[in-house]
T-cell receptor
């Protein structure tokens, strides 16, 4: 059973370019979360998506950042007109979330290996 | 406003001894707590979780204790092994599928 897949693992962009980060959740998982880890900091929540729906985007910067999780294909985190401050590790996590079930380890978020974005 | 705190940035323990990592939280709405382990250049790996209806959960060498009245949890690793050397993140959420709020991490070094 493959885990959460993220690609690319490393991405280098120049200021002003666009960055696209992809995340394929674990098989059977319909919920995707994106987190960012800035240098020397902990992980910060960005956005939580279901298929074709954004559930919670309270951690997303208001401008230049967007996320989607289409019916088919991976989840995409898109950063337009990147700046040096966007350099970070971006982690995706997925969970199955079974409605009506109480707290269970099956709801736990499992993380991918991350994409390390470097903005020159 | 840091809702999940890990006040020890680092911890060193002898191999075979117990490692105790501590975590405090401020949001009383948190109902689900997790510990993740992270190696450099890798994603966090889920270790163990506990819901607020329990005060202890054990999985092999790892035990998590929750003191809800004190808003405190701890992770015990016994016996500690060199392969346990990593950064450990305490995390919390309002439900098991809600966004997870992470602490800043504690870097554990297990000395052979």
């Amino acid at each position: 059973n493959a885990g959460v897949m993220q690609n690319p693992r490393h991405l280098v962009r120049r200021r002003g370019q666009e960055a696209r980060l992809r995340c394929s959740p674990m098989k059977g998982h319909s919920h995707v979360y994106w987190y960012r880890q800035l240098p020397e900091e902990g992980l910060k929540f960005m956005v939580y998506l279901q298929k074709e729906n954004i559930i919670d985007e309270s951690g997303m910067p208001k401008e230049r950042f967007s996320a989607e999780f289409p019916k088919e294909g991976p989840s995409i985190l898109r950063i337009q007109q990147v700046v040096r401050g966007d350099s970070a590790a971006y982690f995706c996590a997925s969970s199955p979330k079974v409605a009506g079930v109480g707290t269970s380890s099956t709801d736990t978020q499992y993380f991918g290996p991350g994409t390390r974005l470097t903005v020159l | 406003d840091q809702q999940v705190k890990q006040n020890s940035p680092s911890l060193s323990v002898q191999e075979g001894r117990i490692s105790i990592l501590n975590c405090d939280y401020t949001n009383s709405m948190f109902d689900y707590f997790l510990w993740y382990k992270k190696y450099p250049a890798e994603g966090p790996t889920f270790l163990i979780s506990i819901s607020s209806i329990k005060d202890k959960n054990e999985d092999g060498r790892f035990t998590v204790f929750l003191n809800k009245s004190a808003k405190h949890l701890s992770l015990h690793i016994v016996p500690s092994q060199p392969g346990d050397s990593a950064v450990y993140f305490c995390a919390a959420s309002k439900t098991s599928y809600d966004k997870v709020i992470f602490g800043p991490g504690t870097s554990l070094s297990v000395i052979p």
